[in-house]
């Protein structure tokens, strides 16, 4: 009976706790916040920031008045967190936190990276502080945007395109990683060891980024003795080889391409290496 009573009341114990947590008062914030993290090279970009939304108002040129330092949103000052070395509009930015602020104006955009990350708004902003400034033009949109917005869009191994997005304004900041001798280093790494993991990223990479396409054919061919049956490496084979200006050999392995792809009724890759040979046809190589 004592065990009964024990287990009841601690029952009753626990339903009142959760009853306690679920009833907390909360009041949502006018303007979210909200956290972005992109995949970027070899590292990643965190922005933190809150959205306001229009709610009828003049935004730029009003609420945000032209020529000022804006937050670049709301609340505290938006912040942006890259852990690798990147090249923002040709300018280098070492790996860290910065707040980021922007000086809006009809026909151009100031964006600005500060060192002092962690302000509220831009009440204490200090251009003393500024990292960085550089010059951006904003575009319109005829398409209206609510709440404020930040957001990626045209990522590649090697670049991105970060937007600021708000009412019928849109600005975009080029990326560019700073990290391409290191992620050679590092395929030059783990291509001494075993290198049946590495080979498709090692030959896209090389692919992409025109770097030594002599290299990136040898290890697509040593691949496809690992996997001979596979048409995913005889696509990559072809790709290199129609870069390389031999029509012929690309079509021949895009064609073998094919031939193992329908073997297995993969019918992408069936597409894929059929894209390559329609490519090769139309090139003037």
């Not at 691949?223 to 870069?243: D, H, M, N, S, Y």
């Amino acid at each position: 009976m004592k065990k009964c009573y024990i287990y009841v009341l601690a029952i009753l114990l626990a339903g009142i706790t959760f009853k306690t947590k679920a009833q907390a008062p909360r009041i949502p914030e006018a303007s979210p916040t909200q956290t972005i993290i992109q995949d970027f090279g070899l590292g990643k970009v965190t922005i933190t920031y809150s959205r306001p939304s229009v709610k009828g108002r003049v935004i730029f040129g009003g609420i945000n008045p032209y020529g000022e330092v804006w937050r670049t949103g709301a609340n505290a000052a938006t912040t942006i967190t890259f852990t690798e070395n990147v090249i923002i509009e040709g300018n280098h930015v070492p790996a860290g936190t910065y707040a980021l602020f922007s000086i809006p104006n009809k026909d151009e955009w100031t964006i600005i990276l500060n060192k002092t990350a962690k302000q509220w708004g831009a009440y204490s902003y200090k251009e003393a502080d500024d990292l960085l400034r550089f010059k951006v033009k904003p575009i319109y949109m005829a398409e209206k945007r609510e709440s404020f917005t930040i957001q990626f869009a045209n990522e590649t191994t090697h670049s991105s395109d970060l937007y600021l997005v708000w009412d019928h304004t849109a600005v975009a900041i080029k990326l560019n990683t700073d990290d391409d001798a290191k992620i050679t280093a590092n395929i030059d790494e783990l291509m001494k060891g075993n290198r049946k993991p590495y080979y498709f990223n090692a030959i896209q990479y090389y692919y992409e980024n025109n770097k030594d396409m002599n290299k990136a054919l040898a290890w697509a061919l040593e691949a496809e003795k690992v996997e001979p049956t596979g048409p995913w490496f005889k696509l990559w084979e072809a790709r290199i080889r129609l870069k390389m200006g031999d029509k012929k050999a690309a079509i021949l392995a895009a064609q073998q391409g094919v031939d193992l792809a329908k073997a297995t009724n993969d019918d992408e890759y069936v597409r894929l290496n059929q894209a390559v040979i329609e490519q090769a046809k139309k090139s003037k190589l």
